[in-house]
């Protein structure tokens, strides 16, 4: 096991400004691609990553605070972003980003203050019972996983422009 | 074909700070973590990209502009990086790489300035005839490969810690 409470806070709080040096002022050719059908654009990832700030990470963190094992997690909707329909730049979802996810940052560091707490557990409604360091290593690699997912996203724009080299680049493996 | 020449340098230029927030400061443990036996750590892709400015990108634009086909491409060692021993730290590797990549930017921006030398030609040792615009669109992409490792890179350490999470996460997937 490798998890630390405070490295984990490392990755969550690098996450906002990251995406937003990589996605600011982007020409919309590079903000409207996707991996065809179904898939989601960078704009989207955003939207996705809002969406958890608000009803993912930090209540389900509080359910197992207060109810433990007597309670299942809220729902959370991985698509819910895709029915609001905004008119929002990628500039303004980007602060909206970094505002909910510093408020949370603030929120885990005084409802988690102890090493003991991390070994408490809910019940998630697919995999029964979890423990608080899972959620929370959970966190951070679903950042990771959605950083990648917006560098792979404009990668895909170029799969044929790179000619030849496809085959030296891994992010076209696919 | 996707490619375009201003969009292209967005990305480009992007680069070394989207990294340079995702990897300064951080601990040790997300520092020197890797995928196992052989495998960089985010020190080493670093390493990696800085050797590519030097070495790499500029170097054979300059051979296809001034040689065309008539000369095979410069060398360029995909893991010169491993053999320098160097005991700087990461943000001044960081450092040297945003100074490096924005004088090489000037240089493009100087010596290609017609869509038309997008179509020259020069020799790859392994590919045979690659075009200017395919050598573009190649730094493009080997930029989003690199940034894609250092994240999955940093996931690969809380493989276990996520717990049954594993199977949501895609970065994972390997």
Redo the contacts between chains.
Sequence with gaps: ????L??AI??LE?TP??L???LS???D??LQ?NEGEGTWNVTEVVEHLIEGEKTNWIPRLETILQDGESKPFPPFDRFAHLNETTEKSMEQKLAEFTTIRASNINKLKTIVDSDSQLELTGI?PA??V??L??LL??W???D??H???C??V??E??R??????NE?????KR
Tied chains: 1, 2.
């Design positions: 096991m490798n998890f630390n405070e490295e490392e990755v690098r400004k990251t937003g040096y990589f002022d982007l020409s050719g590079w691609c998630h995999f029964g979890v423990k360091r899972e290593s959970t951070v690699v679903h990771l996983t950083i990648n997912q560098v792979r404009m990668a724009r170029y044929t422009d790179v000619g030849p080299w030296y680049l891994g992010i076209l």
